[in-house]
């Protein structure tokens, strides 16, 4: 079955980075649309970035563009996420998620598979 597991969030303060890896498995790593999505306490889900296993196209919210770049190793079967120039407000649960279709950032309901989440605290 498909598992995605997360790895890599953590505490930083404002202006720091972190790199979130997501290792995929149970699915061929074609024809997906693999992304990151993040819920803060009483928030929606929100898409943060989506790649393409085939061909690698890329879309980010208004909101990390310029400051998070997410990127994959097809050989390892692994998603990553870099986040640099971190905010407060970048604090959440951070999610993997993948849909065997294309892409599409704005809404939950298009993916199929979730990891476990990992959390990210950015303080002041």
């Known amino acids: 079955q498909v598992q995605l597991v997360e790895s890599g969030g953590g505490s930083v303060q404002a202006g720091g980075s972190l790199r979130l890896s ?3 498995s149970g699915f061929t790593y ?6 990151w999505f993040r819920q803060a306490p009483g ?3 929100e898409g943060v970035a989506t790649i393409h296993t085939d ?3 890329t879309a980010y919210a208004d909101s990390v563009k310029g400051r ?3 990127s994959q190793d097809n050989a390892k079967n692994t998603l990553y996420l870099q986040m640099n120039s971190l905010k ?3 604090s959440a649960m951070y999610y ?3 849909a ?3 892409c599409i950032l704005y809404t939950s309901r298009w993916f199929d598979y979730w990891g476990q989440g990992t959390q990210v605290t950015v303080s002041s």
Do not use: K, Q, S, V
């Not at 074609?30 to 992304?35: E, F, K, Q, V």
């Open 68 to 70: 998070f770049t997410i």
């Open 43 to 45: 928030n929606e889900r």
């Open 100 to 102: 065997p279709r294309t």
């Open 96 to 98: 993997c998620a993948a």
């Open 30 to 35: 074609r024809g997906y649309c693999l992304a």
């Open 22 to 24: 997501c290792a995929a």
């Open 55 to 57: 061909g690698g196209n």
């Open 88 to 90: 407060p407000e970048d």
